[in-house]
């Protein structure tokens, strides 16, 4: 991914944390488990596979359509509705209590009119995230994950959303192929491409 420019909004701060890592050159991973089935929290996990992170990606679909219904994505279960709509842009067939941990999970922005999560982006970064370059870390942020140490200057962290509805106010417009997230409520804006 190529950040193109960036204007910082809130920070948040969470227990767990997860990170999506570009792996150095020639360098594999193992998936090591999650807590449990489509769960993805305080324990120390790596998703390498695309099986899995397709998965990871599932989940954070599944939070982002909750969100949009306007519903608590860790209080609730999701409405099979969700999951089918899930399964038919992932593949992935998640179970009714699947969850990233509390504010790890990750936002995804709405189309320009606000109404629908923009679907082109979601496609685009599910490919990025696939790519055999990738891996997607979780833990506790007590504690560190192992491949932090292991290749210090080789992996890039991104900072997980907030749990109150961070989508409401993002949309996303694609510029050629540079995707431009705004965020109505404050002016923040990130122009960045996934190359």
């Not at 969470?14 to 193992?30: C, P, T, W």
């Not at 504010?103 to 055999?132: C, I, M, T």
């Not at 961070?166 to 002016?187: E, H, S």
Request: glycine share 6%; hydrophobic share 35%; aromatic share 12%.
């Amino acid at each position: 991914m190529k950040v193109h420019n960036i204007r910082l909004g809130f920070a948040t701060n969470s227990s767990s944390s997860h990170s999506i890592v570009i792996l150095a050159d020639g360098m594999r991973v193992d998936d090591v488990a999650s807590d449990g089935q489509d769960c993805f929290g305080w324990e120390n996990f790596t998703l390498a596979s695309k099986e899995e992170k397709r998965r990871y990606m599932a989940v954070i679909l599944k939070d982002n359509f909750s969100w949009l219904e306007g519903r608590d994505s860790y209080a609730d279960d999701s409405s099979d509705a969700t999951l089918e709509r899930v399964q038919e842009w992932t593949g992935v067939r998640l179970n009714s209590e699947a969850y990233i941990d509390h504010q790890s999970s990750q936002f995804l922005p709405k189309n320009w009119e606000g109404n629908e999560l923009h679907r082109e982006f979601f496609d685009e970064y599910l490919a990025y995230v696939l790519r055999d370059n990738m891996a997607i870390l979780g833990g506790s942020d007590c504690g560190d994950h192992p491949l932090k140490y292991d290749n210090p200057t080789k992996v890039t962290e991104w900072e997980m959303g907030d749990h109150h509805c961070p989508n409401a106010y993002t949309v996303a417009r694609k510029d050629g192929k540079v995707w431009v997230l705004f965020a109505r409520n404050n002016g923040n804006k990130v122009r960045f491409s996934f190359e």
